[in-house]
C-alpha cells in the first residue's frame, strides 16, 4: 500500500519559514514526478509546486515563485518543500502528491497518490 506522510508544518509568524517534508512507502517514486499542492478554508485545492523524475524541471504557481523551493532526494524517497518569506495567504492543509507520469502540469491528472496533508498556518 502507496503511503505519502507529510510532516514539518505548523504555525509561525510572517515573513519566517518552513520546511515540509514528503517520505514515500509502498513504492518507490524515483522515476515519477512529485509534488505540492495546498487547500486554503473555502478554497480549492491549488497547485504550489512540482519536481519532474530527476530533479531536473522544477513548476512553481505565480505566487510563490522565488519563495519557495522543491526538491527530492530519490535514494530516500522523499521530497521537499523549503517555504521562506511566508506570508498570512500561504495559510493552507499542504498535501503531497505522488505522480503516476515523469512530469508534471499545474493540474492533477498526473498525480496518482495523495498525502493526508499537514497544516501550515502564517500569523500576521
Known amino acids: 500500500q502507496v503511503q505519502l506522510v507529510e510532516s514539518g508544518g505548523g504555525l509561525v509568524q510572517a515573513g519566517g519559514s518552513l520546511r515540509l517534508s514528503c517520505a514515500a512507502s509502498?513504492?518507490?517514486?524515483?522515476?515519477?514526478?512529485m509534488g505540492w499542492f495546498r487547500q486554503a478554508p473555502g478554497k480549492e485545492r491549488e497547485f504550489v509546486a512540482a519536481i519532474s523524475w530527476t530533479g531536473g524541471s522544477t513548476w512553481y504557481a505565480d505566487s510563490v515563485k522565488g519563495r519557495f523551493t522543491i526538491s527530492r532526494d530519490n535514494a530516500k524517497n522523499t521530497q521537499y518543500l523549503t517555504m521562506n518569506s511566508l506570508k498570512p495567504e500561504d495559510t493552507a492543509v499542504y498535501y503531497c502528491?505522488?505522480?503516476?507520469?515523469?512530469?508534471?502540469?499545474?493540474?492533477?491528472?498526473?498525480?496518482?497518490?495523495w498525502g493526508q496533508g499537514t497544516q501550515v498556518t502564517v500569523s500576521s
Open positions: 502528491a505522488g505522480g503516476a507520469s515523469r512530469y508534471a502540469t499545474s493540474g492533477t491528472s498526473w498525480v496518482g497518490h
Open positions: 509502498g513504492r518507490t517514486f524515483w522515476n515519477y514526478a
